[in-house]
């Protein structure tokens, strides 16, 4: 049998924005991909590139795996550039990895849980400047256990720790950081809780 993986478009296409927040980046992000379906995969296209992310959770979606990021200087998601890969979900695997050391790790659902449009300010990054750009970022909820042995990855981050999933808010991360990872928690629950019914 062949398994045909949906197209990152269509999956983003599918995708049920849940504010308009989503309405409208997941409408600029179609319309940006219709315009440079060529390089809108590749960063080289400087304007702008999907990016794809794992918001890593525990299996009781209580603690959220983070890693402290080299550039932005803040605990984050990990996830990156798709580089040219149209299995973003794939990306966003590969990237927890990376950057964790996690071994084990599984997606919570194949599905799109956040569409973001979000700015990256100009940085050096390995001795070159990047200029100013915005990431067309796709999120997925994945799931790791508490008992993974993690590493940091020096050319990425500077620490790997679990946050007990009250801890993401404003009080300790920038607002738009809290609000994009209060919107994955608060969805993934919202499907387990689904599920149980």
Do not use: C
């Amino acid at each position: 049998w062949v398994i045909y993986k949906m197209s990152y478009i269509t999956e983003i296409a599918e995708f049920k924005p849940g504010n308009e927040q989503e309405r409208q980046d997941k409408k600029i992000i179609l319309d940006f991909i219709e315009q440079y379906s060529h390089k809108v995969l590749f960063r080289e296209n400087e304007i702008a590139h999907i990016t794809s992310s794992g918001f890593i959770m525990n299996e009781s979606l209580d603690k959220v795996l983070m890693v402290h990021h080299n550039i932005y200087d803040t605990w984050a998601w990990t996830g990156g550039h798709a580089d040219g890969e149209a299995d973003l979900l794939q990306v966003a695997v590969k990237e927890a990895k990376e950057e964790t050391g996690i071994k084990y790790v599984v997606p919570f659902t194949e599905k799109i849980l956040s569409i973001d449009i979000l700015p990256v300010y100009g940085h050096m990054r390995k001795g070159k400047y990047v200029n100013a750009h915005l990431h067309l970022s796709v999120a997925y909820v994945l799931i790791t256990g508490e008992n993974e042995t993690l590493r940091i990855n020096k050319n990425e981050n500077s620490g790997v720790k679990w946050i007990p999933a009250e801890k993401i808010t404003e009080d300790y991360f920038a607002k738009y950081d809290a609000y994009l990872y209060n919107k994955l928690i608060k969805r993934a629950r919202d499907i387990k809780a689904e599920k149980k019914l």
